[in-house]
């Protein structure tokens, strides 16, 4: 079986199709709403939309069901350091840097140099914890 941390590339690159899939139907939507009445073009919303709606897909998830699709599909999930399940503020927080995809990688290479796996968790006293086990 892959590494912990293998997995957790996988299940991040299935959350980009997930969310991306997503934001097509919303982005969809959206122009049949205001490209007709011609207020605003949609492309001037579409860097909100998929910023909000990203990070509403990583906090609501693992809030409440402790993983996004990806996680899940990879057997993974979010907890805190001392076991329970995240509240609001952990999961904000830690999904901060997904906002627009690539922050992520400061994330972890900064919690790499800090012997740890991101800085995002350290900050929020969060770990991402094989399911399998």
């Known amino acids: 079986m892959a590494?912990?941390?293998t997995r957790r590339i996988i299940a991040y690159v299935i959350d980009f199709f997930v969310v991306s899939a997503f934001m097509w139907i919303v982005s969809f939507?959206?122009?049949?709403?205001?490209?007709?009445l011609d207020v605003i073009p949609v492309y001037n919303m579409?860097?909100?939309l998929v910023s909000i709606l990203g990070l509403a897909y990583f906090v609501v998830l693992?809030?409440?069901?402790?993983?996004?699709?990806?996680?899940?599909?990879?057997y993974l999930e979010v907890k805190s350091r001392n076991?329970?399940?995240?509240?609001?503020?952990?999961?904000?927080?830690?999904?901060l840097t997904k906002i627009?995809?690539?922050?992520?990688?400061?994330?972890?290479?900064?919690?790499?140099?800090?012997n740890t796996d991101r800085l995002f968790?350290?900050?929020?006293?969060?770990?991402?914890?094989?399911?399998?086990q």
């Open 100 to 114: 627009l995809w690539f922050p992520i990688i400061f994330d972890w290479l900064v919690g790499r140099i800090m």
């Open 121 to 132: 968790g350290k900050i929020t006293r969060t770990v991402v914890v094989n399911v399998l």
């Open 3 to 5: 590494t912990v941390f």
């Open 83 to 95: 076991g329970y399940n995240i509240n609001w503020a952990q999961a904000i927080v830690r999904n």
């Open 46 to 48: 579409f860097p909100y």
């Open 62 to 74: 693992e809030k409440y069901k402790g993983a996004t699709v990806g996680k899940a599909l990879m």
């Open 29 to 36: 939507l959206v122009s049949l709403i205001f490209s007709p």
